[in-house]
């Protein structure tokens, strides 16, 4: 895990990812051992397309430092545009979490291929870090969840 | 509640031999999974997904009363499959069960133990927590249509074809060049038994045209696939020819008379000419001509032609003719679209473009072909034999600048070159290699036997070739400058004819015909298979199989055995004759919809419709693919894809941040 040198901050992290694209990438980061930190926990959807944002603000209110999104490239989408209708999505999705106190930085979208296993372990090891680096959700400690 | 649904759940947490257990402490995830709500049972095993471990399951099925089962194993992708049929063995509806990937996931990309530990009992106890929501599916079996889409004429579309057609399945060969053949009908010899190519290539074309099980579809491209696994719905459009095929003879008159003479070849990659009426190559399958519009002055420039058709005896040139589009129902589907020559081009140290005498390989392959623009006779454009030739290896592959992986082939079709050229002129031969990759049966004895033959190998990567001379008396002639890393020397070789063996790339289309039928590519651009060792030959979509080099790099033996095991594949499929609809579908809850149709504004299958009667949206569960579009789009939650649901995963998610 990744740990502050000030305290002992670990973020909690959800990823929503597809399970053509950047499931099969973390499982392809997984075959050939690349490590990343352990605070990623991740969920298999079908398709970025069916997150519904009450997902989203769900993993937030109950908790979550970070929530990442992986999606399959532009033009790749098993569904054809399921992708491109998440995306469509991001802004209001974004406003949300906003009007809940939680700063929209602590909201990822990324296309990882099947075939990007590296790019996998970059970016987990890249938002951790950034969520790492943001501290605690300010809004967590005013509500009562 | 009755007793199926009162959960009584069974977790079994996997060591996978060495890959799990001595990072994960799979004992301590088993002793603090035991002690959760509605765990009846939580044991580890050393491999879950062996038949003992499967039985361990049944047992406990059985004998326990599970009613819900939980596997920590590895990817659901390598064993859901197993352990919801080892579910359903035990009388158990497939869907009371769920997998945490605790290997790809946690033992194989976590360094520390005890954070391995942690992660795995939280994602385990996730997937408890899911599993309590699960809902028992069914399936549907559906008849499948007893055909074959193969996609791609070339060697590996052809035998895909054959073999296909041989089981007794009807086959449409769709390809989009006038002939079918692809690059091997280009060869003259193939490694490294020196085959004559067109000696085993040219029956094999006939035998396609010929087969009564195979619909040849040639200058025809596939336009759009629809539907699913057995029961897809493809669109081929044949493009214009505009040249009668039931009326043509294939005499060439047409030809022959053509006034339009100098375009260039594309099948003699352009070091001959032919006409605006043509077949790419006198052995073409079928042996009818196309018109290039482009170059036709009758089609293309609006002039006062029509030659063609004046000398054709059965009335068989027909400028007005149109696309036509023809709909097959076709049970699965091989993708054979095969691969294209990197063009040297922009690597500029090897002069290709600037200096006549570089040559490509698949330009050598032509000049060095007795059907090619010099009929077999290697000739520089001056005419002359050349006394020196250089073949670069490795051209545009194994290079971070270019193309990272091995194309394969290149080592073994230079050396064929060094031999034929050695026969053919008595040349001297030197090829400048980084590694010779000589890896299959004969491969190896044939790399000596050219070594004998006097060819010889400079291990070095070529820094540039130029035309600047040390020697006067080699004026006129290239120079090949290299690194010898063996003897840590640079050499600068005078030469007459340099040939860049270029790597291998993606066919130009790929990325469409991937679109259309929802493969992904790699980041070479080659279509990913489903698993690179235990499903080389199947992709992510059911009822599509891979053939060839549009996988990647391949040779002819390893394309045909692969087009082969793609039959296979198909035939298994079309002999069982039924196959199960995925239960993973989209439901829309009368009750709760509110009739505002944002469901089938967001469905890109147009499977959801509008019941007018009762004013909701109504799921037609042939069509819907459960892409949950729609269950994100719906602002009433009504609508939802069947095991993705609210609760489902929004258990998960609960459960994952405790």
């Known amino acids: 895990m990744v740990k502050s040198m000030s305290d002992d901050y670990q973020p909690k992290i959800i990823a929503l990812v597809c399970n053509w694209c950047t499931y099969t990438a973390a499982d392809l980061a997984g075959t050939s051992r690349l490590c990343y930190p352990s605070n ?40 054809i545009n399921g992708n491109l ?24 979208l990324r296309w990882i291929g099947a075939s990007e296993g590296p790019e996998f372990q970059h970016n987990m090891t890249d938002f951790i870090q950034t969520i790492q680096n943001m501290g605690p959700s300010p809004a967590k400690g005013l509500m009562v969840l | 509640m009755t007793t199926q649904n009162k959960p009584k759940i069974g977790v079994y947490i996997c060591h996978c031999g060495m890959n799990i257990a001595p990072k994960v402490d799979v004992e301590e995830v088993a002793r603090y999974i035991q002690e959760l709500d509605h765990v009846t049972v939580a044991r580890d095993y050393k491999f879950m997904c062996s038949n003992p471990g499967q039985d361990m399951i049944i047992n406990d099925i059985k004998e326990l009363g599970l009613n819900r089962v939980v596997v920590a194993s590895c990817s659901p992708r390598m064993h859901e499959k197993t352990f919801r049929n080892a579910v359903r063995t035990a009388g158990l509806n497939p869907y009371y069960f769920q997998m945490a990937n605790i290997r790809e996931q946690v033992s194989w990309v976590t360094k520390d133990s005890q954070e391995a530990t942690e992660k795995a009992k939280s994602m385990v106890a996730a997937a408890v927590a899911r599993v309590f929501f699960h809902q028992p599916l069914d399936t549907r079996e559906v008849t499948v249509a007893k055909s074959v889409l193969v996609i791609g004429g070339g060697i590996a579309g052809m035998q895909a074809a054959l073999t296909s057609a041989n089981a007794g399945y009807q086959v449409s060969l769709v390809e989009r060049e006038p002939s079918i053949g692809g690059h091997m009908a280009k060869f003259d010899k193939t490694f490294p038994t020196l085959d004559c190519a067109a000696c085993i290539m040219t029956p094999k074309m006939v035998d396609v045209l010929q087969h009564p099980g195979i619909t040849l579809y040639t200058w025809s491209e596939v336009e759009k696939v629809e539907g699913f696994i ?48 043509y077949t790419p190559f006198p052995q073409a399958v079928p042996n ?61 140290q090897y002069g290709y473009g600037r200096f006549p005498e570089v040559y490509t390989s698949m330009e050598f ?25 250089a073949i670069i290896h490795c051209v545009g592959s194994r290079d971070t600048r270019h193309k990272k992986y091995c194309s394969r082939v290149c080592c073994m079709y230079s050396m064929k070159f060094a031999h034929l050229l050695r026969e053919k002129t008595g040349a001297e031969v030197w090829e400048f290699y980084i590694d010779i990759r000589s890896p299959g049966k004969l491969y190896e ?106 996988q990647g790099p391949k040779d002819i033996p390893d394309t045909v055995a692969q087009a082969m095991g793609a039959a296979g594949e198909a035939i298994a499929l079309l002999a069982k004759g039924i196959v199960t609809t995925q239960a993973e579908i989209s439901r829309i809850d009368p009750d709760l919809c509110s009739g505002c149709k944002s469901c089938i504004e967001s469905c890109t299958y147009s499977a959801i419709r509008f ?47 405790m």
């Open chain 2, 230 to 277: 057995g029961n897809f719905e493809v669109t081929v459009k044949k493009k214009p020819r505009y040249v009668d095929e039931k009326k043509c003879t294939g005499c060439g008159t047409c030809m022959q008379k053509c006034p339009t003479k100098k375009i260039l070849s594309e099948f003699n990659e352009g070091l001959s000419f032919r006409t605006a009426i």
């Open chain 2, 288 to 348: 009818v001509p196309v018109i290039d519009a482009t170059h036709c002055r009758v089609l293309g420039q609006n002039k006062k032609c029509g030659v063609c058709a004046k000398f054709c005896e059965t009335k068989a040139i027909d400028f007005d003719q149109k696309p036509e589009f023809v709909t097959l129902k076709i049970g699965a589907i091989i993708t054979a679209t095969g691969f294209q020559a990197v063009n040297p081009t922009s690597l500029e």
């Open chain 2, 365 to 389: 392959e032509r000049l060095n072909n007795a059907t090619g623009p010099t009929s077999g006779k290697v000739l520089m454009k001056n005419g002359m034999v050349p006394k020196r030739v």
């Open chain 2, 445 to 550: 004895e044939f790399y000596n036997r050219v070594q004998e033959e006097g060819v010889r190998f400079i291990r070095g990567r070529v820094a540039e070739i130029t035309d600047m001379v040390e020697d006067p008396g080699d004026e006129g002639r290239l120079t090949v400058i290299a690194e010898s890393t063996l003897t840590r020397r640079t050499v600068r070789v005078p030469v007459d004819m340099v040939v860049l063996s270029v790597g291998l790339e993606p066919a130009r289309g790929s990325e469409d015909i991937g679109r259309l039928l929802g493969l992904s590519r790699d980041g070479d651009g080659w279509f990913n298979e489903l698993h690179a060792k235990l499903a080389p030959l199947a992709t992510p979509i059911n009822g599509i199989f891979l053939a060839g080099c549009c």
């Open chain 2, 611 to 657: 019941d007018e009667a009762r004013k909701v949206a109504v799921v037609n569960e042939a069509l819907c693919m459960g892409c949950g579009s729609c269950a994100a789009a719906c602002p009433s939650s009504a609508a939802g894809v069947k095991h993705f649901t609210d609760k489902q995963v929004m258990g998960e998610i609960e459960a994952l941040l």
């Open chain 1, 40 to 79: 990623i926990r991740m969920i298999r959807m079908m398709c970025t397309g069916m997150i519904d944002p009450k997902y989203i603000l769900k993993a937030f209110l109950d908790g979550a430092d970070g929530v990442f999104i992986g999606g399959c490239h532009p033009g790749d989408c098993h569904y």
């Open chain 1, 85 to 108: 209708k998440f995306k469509k999505r991001m802004a209001g999705i974004e406003a949300i979490i906003s009007q809940f106190g939680f700063e929209e930085d602590r909201l990822r």
